[in-house]
């Protein structure tokens, strides 16, 4: 199992094609993950992307948009090892870990409630979604 472990869901209630143009985005995944080389490996169209990301920390991304009722819930997962954790595992590595867990799971959640203050605007709780968008 990976050092760096995260997954997450949001429910956004929006378009699944916009959510779909949004992560397609490469400027988005440089915002997102700042500090990540990513390479798609697995480009699913509405359903999100897959990719792998390469260097220091290696392993994989992932971004999965499942319709749900009149939105999308985003899946959100990280899995990712340090380099130093392949060359010797230790209390200090762990220590890094547990702080990059935390730094992309924060920053993570600022983005995707961003992403869904944008994208849902001004709508009342419980209400449905404007038909505006790019559909599903």
Known sequence: MAMIDLA??????AARGDLAAIVHDPRRWQEWW?????VVFMDRGLDGIRWSA?????GSVEIWLE????GVLVHHYVRLDPAAVAAEPSSRTEHRAARMRKRYATAWKQSVWALKDALEGNRVVGAPRSVEGSGD
């Open 54 to 58: 390469v260097g220091n920390p290696a």
């Open 67 to 70: 319709p749900v009722l009149d």
């Open 8 to 13: 997450d869901e949001t429910f956004i209630v």
């Open 34 to 38: 700042p500090d990540l080389e990513l």
